[in-house]
């Protein structure tokens, strides 16, 4: 008794919660609709089912409950009624099912007049790419990310030099027009996710997925990581603002394109020989700590080639093919002075190392300004920079704990370290921790972070936007 | 001198722990997967911690709230409900329910449970490693369980792929022997339809596992491959830390296809034993036969058999061709007749019915009503589109604990009083039983109800913190702290059980061999509990199905299936 008691009333509980929580769908901005029609579909369809069985449970667990006088019936099989239900399942199925597989129809097959995006996921940020006035994405490979190349988009295609490129985190996009998302992973698995366009699908990894809807009104959304990459995963964030078309051309227009930002202009002026150097360099990694820009790991390598440098030991070196030659070979044999003997040696074929060098002299020694204050290092604030490297998806700015400390008040403060020392956080050690993030690590905090790829002047700038906080 | 007196075994030491009884066997591993489920339900009331009131609680930070997720899922999953309702159920009820005297390689029967207590340590060991336990989500998923950017992935995720080995090796071994004893060792007159229904749930269940753990098992060693020996089954060429990594040319999307081809079944190696169970809860208690057994039986099988076409639909918007999508939703709907046909004969089996409200029995009908929801939301998302908004969501969460976690979990509870007076000759008590069933029934449905509601708005699972989310009402925090204040409610309400099992089996009623008045042959021992060899000096002969109950034309209510035909009373 009590017990149908208590299932008439979870069930009454459950329908008026359904209407009078505040909990409910967020409101749709896109055209996915059609995706609510079918969800309400199925809402019906199985509240009814849900009521009724448990209806029917309370029912007959009164009507039937146990007396000594009464016998139960015996009916082993009911093939007439056992049919009808099995039909009568079926139909409320197939009315579920065909108007899904209608919308999904739409949802796999993206409309013509699309305009592609690209969105590229890795650990803990996003960062966007589109297709310059070819209206055609250059070709990308990991093979060819470096400090320069953050998309590693291939320099020698064509169809990539006019790609405009956001590294910041909120993405503009036109408001009635059709969008194909087509989804990339540097890491893991992650997924773009914007609770008021519906739709979602992971970022693979090795492969491009997509997504493509149509955003119906202007406003400010929210985009989630809704696969779980690793520790950061709740922090991963980026925001859609949808603007009417002039204003999204403009904006479109401001982004730097990927020959800008890799300083083309000049790579165009490249002999054979440093266009393949330029290749080696890539592959073999030597961007990563040399590169165009300065950078703590390693010199940088512009205007270095013909300068003369200070050694550890205090001697001086000019950087002339000899010395260049000497440290592609015996890279720690002799280093410069305020970098750590850490490259690695490498397997480079005399042909590969004259070309590397032809690259850095070519490269590094072009006179035009714009190239030698690298790229727009410098031009974002602290606070964009924050946001757009992913820093805050891990690290708050108002004290709460997440991944890693929190900036707020940290500059300045006494810090004990894993190791048990303390340290006073200043700029040196916030430099140490951006670059080589896991040598120093705070006590308490998982060594989890990757190191920055970030330019001098980036980095200086965060620090300020640390000191500020 | 007769079989049973001849296998006897005598010390302690051979009778209780290398014991090759099944019944002692079945003990431990209910005894092993009730301890390490305990853990489990610690780990989730400490998630449940920060969810609902996000950093009151120092120690629980990003890591061991990842931590905590993941060994959650997979103790529960695996360690506990496979190994329960197979290990447990399985072993103790195969050989009593038909009319055998053991499982027929008792030996090899030891064994699988030695391997799984292994493999229980190895899991639990991780907890004590250099960066604790894996922190990857039970699903595991590559590249991230394996890189840096993911809690215990030196360690703690090398002893998850090795300990899964392990529990594979033991549940095959298992396995062979409970499909082996039900093919080969019924007594006669057990026809393969006169089966109790628990048997066909467990029967049919174990021959899915020894299907589907294969793929689980070579995608293990292909992972630990990839994290130890540098191959490339599951990763690309990808950035790790900043770095480029060796890898070249895997898929991750192939791992997924490999864990759901092992993961869907793993839901009905849970679901079909419960199903069976319940099944003779239902008839036993409403003293009425089982409506549609062959249907019942038929729907397993085919159940089970669909089981294996389903598996893409955890992974719509995994990035795989979308064209799969058709196919996947249009048999995950399929799989839901089968699935309606039981609780339609469920609740048909009340009707004109005689219903005892027990233990046992407010347990099954609870699970009727859980499972009646957690399929429904099941059509939500295994239809493809609908899938979209709410797939990682907390949706997802809410369906999956309410179908596969409070259900089967309401069986095992259900089972166990209904069975611990064959088990132990003693009855537990029923107050702190009724206790049990309205305290866990009541609160995991406030636990589980309402989470649909966070997913509908598009709350994703796996984040650590809400904060800063301007979609997310400041409501849902509140609604959050609630649903963890229910799971504290619902985990300590455990205890009571606990307490109850301990206490019973000293100071509990006497049962008498037949408590429940049912008709399988378990009741029918010539002993209460059996005795090794399980039944006197000949082996009951099976003379009619499990479901006589109210035959009309005999006095008593029941007939156990080896009454005679002819007799009458």
Redesign the interface.
Known sequence: MAFAVVLVILVLGSVLFHFLSPWNITPIASNWGSIDVTMLITLVITAVVFIAVNFFIAYAVIKFRHTPERKAQYEPENKKLEWWLTLGTSVGIIAMLAPGLIVYADFVNVPEDAHQVEVVGQQWSWSFRFPGEDGELGKSAIEHISTDNGFGVDPLDGAGQDDRLLTSNTLVLPVNRPVKLLLRSKDVLHNFYVPNFRVKMDSVPGQVSYQWFTPTRTGDFEVLCAEYCGIGHFNMRAFIKVVEQQEYDDWLAGLPTFAQSLKKEASEKLSVKAEKGMQVAQQKGCMACHGFESSPAGPSWLGLYGSTRVMKDGSEVVADDDYLKEAILEPNASVVKGYAPIMPKLELSELEMESVIAFIKERGNETDPEHQQGTDAGKASGAELAQSKGCTACHSIDGSRLVGPSWQGIYGSERTLASGETVTVNDAYLKESMFKPNAKMVEGYPPVMPPSQLSTAQANALIEYIKSL | MTAQEHHAPQSFWTKYIWSQDHKVIAIQYSLTAIFVGLVALVLSTLMRLQLGFP?SF?FI???AY?QYVTMHGMIMVVYLLTAIFLGGFGNYLIPLMVGARDMVFPFVNMLSYWFYLLAVVVLLASFFVTGGPT???WTL?P??AI?????GSDWGIILMLVSLGIFIIAATMGGLNYVTTVLQARTRGMTMMRMPLTIWGIFMATILALLAFPALFVSAIMMLFDKLLGTSFFM?????????MGHE?????LFQHLFWFFGHPEVYIVALPAFGIVSDLISTH????I?????MVWAIVVIGVLSFVVWAHHMY???MN??F??FF??TT??I??PT??K???W??T????????SVPM?FA?GF??TF??GG??G??LG????D??????YFVVAHFHMVMGVSPVLVIFGAIYHWYPKMSGKMLHEGMGKFHFWATF?GT?AIF??MH??G???V?R??????N???I?D??KD?NAFITIAAIFVALAQLVFLFNLAWSYFKGKESGPNPWEATTLEWQTETTPPGHGNWGETVPVCHRWA?D????GYEQ?YLPQNYPEEAKV
Not at chain 2, 549 to 552: A, E, H, I, K, M
């Open positions: 950093g120092d930070d990003a890591s990842y922190g990857a989500g998923y590249p991230q890189l840096p950017g993911t809690p690309p060429a990808i950035l790790s830390m900043g770095e480029q040319g895997g898929s991750p999307i409403a003293r009425k036969n409506f549609g057994y062959r249907m918007v995994s990035g979308p064209y999508g058709y939703a249009t709907l399929i839901a007749v309606a046909i609780v339609y004969n609740v048909l009340l009707w004109q019915g005689n219903i005892r409200m407010l009908l009727v009503s009646t929801i429904l939301t059509l939500f239809n493809v589109v609908v979209l908004p709410l797939s990682d969501t009541l449905y109800f309402p509601y966070l509908v708005l598009g994703p796996r984040y650590y913190a809400y904060e989310y301007d979609f009402p409501s849902a609604l479901y109950y109210s035959v009309p209510d």
